[in-house]
Structure formats: C-alpha cells, structure tokens
C-alpha cells in the first residue's frame, strides 16, 4: 500500500476491561491504512481467539528462545504471563506503509519508548470511573472474582502511569471515544514532520 505519511506506530494502553479492543475494532473499520502488530503470549487461548491472529500463543520455554535470541523490541510479564512485541511483526507493517497498532501495556509503552527506535504516538484509554471499570469486566464474563480484583488492583498501577502518554481518551460513551481515537490518528498522519517528504514533488527545488 502506498502511503501519503511516514509511518508510525501507535501505541494503545488500557486497564483490562476499559473498552481497549472495542474501540480498536471500531479504529480498524473506520479507519484505512492500520496494521494491528500480533503480540507472542504464553497465556492460554480464550474461547474465539485465533493464532495469528489475536496473539501468537506459544509455551514459555519457545518465549525465552525468542527473548534469548532478541527477537522482541519489548516484552513483559502481565498478569502472570509473558507477554511480547516482536521485531518481525512490527518491520512488515511498516514496511507495507501501514500505520502499525500495537495493543501492549504501559510497561511495553515504557520500554519501546526508551529503545528510541521507533516514531511512536501513544494512547492510553481510561475508564470513566473504577465502578464503571468494575462493571464491565463483569458484564465481560470471562474471568473469575480473583482475577477481577487482580485487574482492579493493577488498574490503579496503570492509571497513575497515564501522564506518560500523548493522549488519554476516556472511553465512556463509546462513540464519542471511537471519534476521539479515529481523530488522533488522522491529526498524527497529517503532521508536517511525517507528510513533508511525500510531498516535495510539489516543490523540486526546495
Ligand atoms: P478490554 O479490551 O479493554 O479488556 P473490552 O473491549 O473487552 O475491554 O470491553 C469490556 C466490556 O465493556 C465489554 O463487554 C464491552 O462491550 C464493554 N464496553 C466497552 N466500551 C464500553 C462503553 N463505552 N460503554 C459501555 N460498555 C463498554
Ligand atoms: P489479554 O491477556 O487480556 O489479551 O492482555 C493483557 C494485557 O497484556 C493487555 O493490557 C494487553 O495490552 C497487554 N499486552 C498484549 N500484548 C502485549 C505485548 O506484546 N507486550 C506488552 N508489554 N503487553 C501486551
């Protein structure tokens, strides 16, 4: 695909149970030109995910292979699993010009910003309340009591660590939220600093 911008990776954060794959399925239906960057996991598949797809899912002694063998630009552990962006996934979507989404936590953000090796936009999707928060991941029905609590205590980790981002957006009406993030990217791909050198046909001499 041709592309009118350099491109670049935008990075979404969220607490579990926020909205954050919600709102990134709307992105990709409103908005041409995304690459979703598929993560490796040691954590089990839920019912519907599909390899390749959702994440990549292998067991923890293929991950420490491929941690050992510096295949991933960031990695982490998350709720017990081990979670990581690879550097092949991340090279093809820019290499085809897509904008690439990488769906990764804020120690992940934390830890491609700081390799420097990447034009990053970050986004970090906040709850409009923890009771809110709460009563999503209920409504979700797809973890236990303790897991819910574990996801609420780790939210608060989370939350604190918002300010590190370019943007917050607070998913609370849902489209509203999906028109903010759709608004991002497009604010992003018109940037002068990613738009300048596609457009110096328009001005050879300069
Ligand atoms: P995450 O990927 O962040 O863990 P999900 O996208 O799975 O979260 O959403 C968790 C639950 O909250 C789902 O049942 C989803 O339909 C619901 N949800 C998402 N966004 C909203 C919203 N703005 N208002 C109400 N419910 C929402
Ligand atoms: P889940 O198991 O619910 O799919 O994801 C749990 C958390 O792991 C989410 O916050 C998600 O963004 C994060 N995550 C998924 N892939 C990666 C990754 O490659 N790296 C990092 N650091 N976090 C990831």
């Given at each position: 695909?041709?592309s ?5 990776l ?23 030109g995304l ?22 899912f292998v ?21 017990d ?19 690439g989404?990488?769906d990764i ?11 420097g ?12 309340s923890?009771?809110e928060l ?8 797809t973890?236990s009591?303790?897991?819910i609590?574990?996801?609420l ?9 918002a ?8 998913n609370?009406?849902l489209?509203?939220a ?6 991002i ?5 018109s ?16």
């Amino acid at each position: 695909m041709s592309s009118d911008h350099t491109p670049f990776l935008l990075v979404v954060s969220a607490p579990s149970g926020c909205g954050k794959t919600t709102l990134l399925k709307g992105l990709f239906e409103g908005v041409d030109g995304l690459g979703v960057s598929v993560s490796h996991t040691t954590r089990k598949p839920r019912s519907g995910e599909k390899e390749g797809v959702d994440y990549h899912f292998v067991s923890q002694p293929c991950f420490t292979q491929m941690q050992n063998a510096k295949q991933f630009v960031e990695f982490a552990c998350v709720h017990d699993n081990s979670y990581g962006t690879s550097r092949g996934s991340i090279g093809k979507l820019l290499d085809d010009g897509l904008d690439g989404v990488l769906d990764i936590d804020v120690q992940g953000m934390e830890e491609i910003k700081l390799t420097g090796m990447f034009d990053l936009v970050s986004v970090f999707i906040m709850p409009p309340s923890m009771e809110e928060l709460e009563s999503r991941l209920r409504k979700r029905q797809t973890d236990s009591d303790a897991v819910i609590r574990r996801r609420l205590e780790n939210a608060v980790s989370e939350i604190r660590k918002a300010h590190l981002y370019d943007y917050i957006v607070v998913n609370d009406n849902l489209s509203a939220a999906r028109e903010n993030l759709a608004a991002i990217v497009l604010a992003e791909r018109s940037r002068a600093s990613r738009t300048f050198l596609s457009l110096q046909h328009l001005v050879p001499f300069v």
